[in-house]
């Protein structure tokens, strides 16, 4: 598929220097990486992840703290390497169909202040941020937009995500 922009994702090019120095796209050009309850639920599982969360809440917030200092050391070094990006694209699948993985208080509590150190790293260089989940988020999005999220991919109609509802509330 040719999209309207290119993806670089943050892992990929920290690993690899040869994809810092390619020849810049004309496209826009987002670096994409994972939030930090993303990660954790690329290593334990959705399911085991939210289990941590129930049986064990302060390893579990722990665990999510080390993942923030993660993303933001490879942000700083992207930016050292003087890897060129027009935005940001953060991954966390935080929902389903019908709601939030978990509680909302949870996520003021616990993910909001993390989301809110990442985002601001990147909006301090004038960048957009784009924020991926699926499900359910209508309630986060408020949230998202105080930290900086300028764009919500996807709005999943199925999960109630409806744009009409959205701009009204």
């Not at 991954?91 to 509680?103: E, H, K, R």
Request: aromatic share 12%; charged share 30%.
């Amino acid at each position: 598929f040719s999209f309207d922009f290119d993806i670089l994702n943050i892992d990929e090019i920290l690993l690899d220097a040869t994809i810092a120095k390619r020849k810049r796209s004309e496209r826009f050009t987002v670096l994409s990486f994972s939030e930090p309850f993303q990660k954790l639920c690329d290593v334990y599982g959705v399911e085991d992840t939210l289990r941590r969360l129930a049986k064990y809440p302060n390893e579990l917030r722990t665990n999510l703290i080390n993942e923030t200092y993660s993303i933001l050391s490879s942000l700083k070094k992207v930016t050292e390497r003087g890897i060129e990006f027009d935005g940001a694209w953060a991954w966390g699948d935080l929902a389903y169909n019908n709601g939030l993985y978990f509680s909302s208080s949870w996520y003021k509590d616990v993910l909001l202040p993390l989301h809110k150190r990442i985002f601001e790293h990147i909006s301090s260089q004038n960048k957009p941020i784009f924020f991926h989940s699926d499900g359910d988020i209508s309630e986060l999005i408020p949230h998202l937009l105080d930290t900086g999220v300028r764009a919500i991919h996807p709005l999943e109609e199925n999960s109630g995500m409806d744009i009409k509802r959205l701009i009204k509330d």
